[in-house]
């Protein structure tokens, strides 16, 4: 059996991944927010059976439940006495996003971005590394371009994702004397939900009257970006097909640019000075 276990699998590219590691043959444990999403899961994964999809509640920010996650993988692998058991794949892809100009995204967001995208995930790790070393498995960190190219008023998004990619880097050359792998994964733009919830969040931004002179036209600029952004993301599916190959190539690479404006971004960052990166940027959002 070859096991694995998913954060963020409710919807998008963590249930894309889960199902598909499932169709593969994998056992995987499907880290969902509530009983609602476990219901949808299961219901979505009926069709498959070469492998098998097992939703678990897990908060990354509740160390109870990262605590219960760990024993089931120990159960889930015949650990016997007190090991540790075996863990396979460990596929980090719990995350929310904040948005707003700096100034006016609260303190209380910025401690909720970074407790979700970036505490969550290292707190998972530590609890599963035993089984990982156990199994000589693999760590993917589902990061982003917004990691590596950062842009206006997602400020706290991207550099939660750029602390991942610092994490993923350290943790690559850490792990490799217990021979396990680690390599972060990079979308551009993914048709997921998490465009409504942004849709909602650039509607929620007020300016206050003292601002507008500065910040005017950033909510309408917010928005223009959103819909433009989710026009032109791929499938979920395209991404958890990357993860796949990531968790079962023979030479697990450090990277996946995933996407093509992704992979656009990163040139246009590495090849333009930054002054005239940021024209650019704010000619594009009209502000």
Do not use: C
């Not at 219901?39 to 999809?53: I, M, N, P």
């Not at 979308?187 to 409504?196: E, L």
């Not at 093509?260 to 000075?273: G, H, K, N, T």
Request: net charge positive; glycine share 10%.
């Amino acid at each position: 059996m070859t096991l694995a276990l998913i954060t963020g699998a409710s919807t998008g590219i963590g249930e894309a991944t889960a199902l598909r590691l499932a169709r593969g043959g994998w056992t995987v444990l499907a880290g969902v927010r509530g009983e609602q999403a476990a219901s949808t899961l299961s219901e979505s994964a009926r069709g498959v059976t070469s492998g098998r999809v097992i939703p678990l509640i897990l908060d990354v920010t509740s160390e109870e439940q990262i605590a219960q996650a760990a024993e089931r993988v120990r159960s889930e692998s015949g650990a016997a006495g007190d090991g540790a058991g075996s863990l396979d794949a460990l596929v980090n892809n719990a995350g929310v996003g904040f948005g707003g100009p700096i100034e006016l995204v609260t303190l209380d967001e910025w401690r909720k971005q970074f407790e979700v995208n970036l505490v969550g995930a290292v707190a998972v790790t530590q609890a599963l590394l035993p089984a990982l070393r156990g199994a000589r498995g693999r760590i993917v960190f589902t990061s982003s371009i917004g990691g590596r190219v950062s842009t206006p008023f997602i400020a706290p998004y991207s550099a939660s994702k750029h602390a991942i990619e610092a994490v993923g880097d350290a943790l690559r050359v850490e792990l490799a004397s217990s021979n396990v792998r680690v390599a972060l994964v990079e979308p551009g733009s993914v048709a997921t939900p998490i465009w409504d919830k942004s849709r909602a969040e650039a509607q929620r931004v007020q300016i206050p009257e003292r601002l507008s002179e500065f910040y005017g036209k950033v909510p309408a600029a917010m928005s223009r970006a959103i819909e433009d952004t989710a026009r032109r993301g791929i499938p979920p599916d395209d991404v958890a097909k990357v993860i796949e190959r990531a968790l079962t190539e023979r030479r697990m690479k450090a990277r996946y640019l995933v996407g093509r404006d992704a992979r656009v971004q990163l040139v246009m960052r590495r090849l333009l000075p930054d002054l005239a990166f940021d024209r650019i940027i704010r000619r594009y959002l009209g502000v």
